[in-house]
């Protein structure tokens, strides 16, 4: 099979029989064999109705629905598991993605060799208050990740060769940082594609201010894994010896001060009033609690195995 297209979804009833037959055009136009996946997340709306009727018209149509929402990362994970084609799309289910970009994307992966291809919405018809936090977070994520000719991380439509998406783990919100996951995986011929960016035809958004702050936190934690995931005593171990030590040299520095003034009759130092024995008792102690939080994670590498099972309510 050539093209799976993977799409996540969350109440977009109106869009989908225009999606797919926008995609089925595309597909027979270009002579591709391929599969609709869509990955119902838990909508409220008549979308899976609107699957059903889809898949009886179109023997290329498949559908997980998701007892509840999860959000978009789960819904890509188990889009991933069930993708069968050489070369796997994503992309959104509002009609904002362009499927006559697939066979240019389609032939970045085959032709060109990239193992991940991210699309570029140059040209954007979102607000300011979008624009301006994104532009903001995908500098952020150039800098962090090291993938320097990205200019929009978190756009929903991209090409994988598929033994990417079968190596990576798409989990929590972690969507926003695929191409950062494939690096860590040993993917590194990453591109960029400039596509149309289509104006939203149908329902809202579900764009919301907290997915930036979110952002920064899975940003935080995706370096933090990819740096000290399999060896968190580098870093906790490291702190905690400082600590312990900068400590234990202080409340020795006390314990001199405090023999010096008991030979002393002008000098008078009292230990229990002092803040520096405290705050050296302190380093003594977090400098201990950083080196067996190290020590513990050292022996717990790997986050639940059971973090990515979902409750599937019905799948074809």
């Known amino acids: 099979m050539d093209i799976s297209v993977v799409i996540p979804l969350f109440n977009e009833e109106e869009s989908l029989p225009e999606l797919t037959e926008w995609i089925q055009r595309v597909m027979g136009q270009n002579g591709f064999s391929y599969e609709i996946i869509f990955v119902n997340d838990g909508s409220t709306d008549r979308s899976m109705d609107v699957?059903?009727?889809?898949?009886?018209?179109?023997?290329?149509?498949?559908?997980?629905?998701?007892?509840?929402?999860?959000?978009?990362?789960?819904?890509?994970?188990?889009?991933?598991?069930?993708?069968?084609?050489?070369?796997?799309?994503?992309?959104?289910?509002?009609?904002?993605?362009?499927?006559?970009?697939?066979?240019?994307?389609?032939?970045?992966?085959?032709?060109?060799?990239?193992?991940?291809?991210?699309?570029?919405?140059?040209?954007?018809?979102?607000?300011?208050?979008?624009?301006?936090?994104?532009?903001?977070?995908?500098?952020?994520?150039?800098?962090?990740?090291?993938?320097?000719?990205?200019?929009?991380?978190?756009?929903?439509?991209?090409a994988y060769r598929r033994d990417v998406v079968k190596h990576i783990e798409v989990y929590g919100d972690m969507h926003r940082y695929i191409p950062y996951l494939a690096k860590n995986a040993g993917y590194k011929k990453i591109g960029e594609k400039v596509v149309k960016h289509q104006a939203r035809k149908y329902g809202t958004t579900k764009f919301g201010l907290d997915r930036f702050v979110n952002g920064y936190l899975d940003l935080g934690t995706l370096w933090f894994q990819s740096r000290f995931g399999i060896k968190p005593m580098h870093i906790f171990g490291l702190l905690g010896s400082l600590m312990f030590i900068i400590g234990f040299f202080a409340v020795v520095t006390v314990l001199i001060m405090k023999l010096v003034s008991m030979h002393s009759e002008t000098y008078h130092f009292y230990l229990t009033k002092s803040v520096y024995f405290y705050l050296s008792l302190v380093f003594m102690v977090l400098g201990v609690q950083f080196f067996c939080t190290g020590f513990i994670g050292e022996m717990i590498t790997r986050n639940s195995p059971e973090r990515n099972n979902y409750l599937i309510a019905e799948e074809f």
């Open 51 to 158: 699957i059903k009727k889809l898949a009886s018209q179109n023997a290329a149509v498949h559908a997980v629905s998701f007892s509840r929402n999860y959000g978009k990362s789960p819904a890509l994970n188990v889009g991933f598991q069930r993708a069968k084609g050489d070369v796997v799309i994503t992309m959104d289910a509002d009609l904002q993605d362009s499927p006559d970009e697939i066979p240019a994307l389609y032939h970045m992966i085959v032709s060109e060799g990239y193992d991940l291809v991210s699309g570029w919405k140059k040209k954007r018809y979102d607000p300011l208050s979008k624009t301006f936090p994104t532009k903001l977070f995908n500098a952020t994520a150039r800098k962090v990740s090291g993938i320097k000719n990205l200019h929009d991380f978190n756009c929903g439509l991209k």
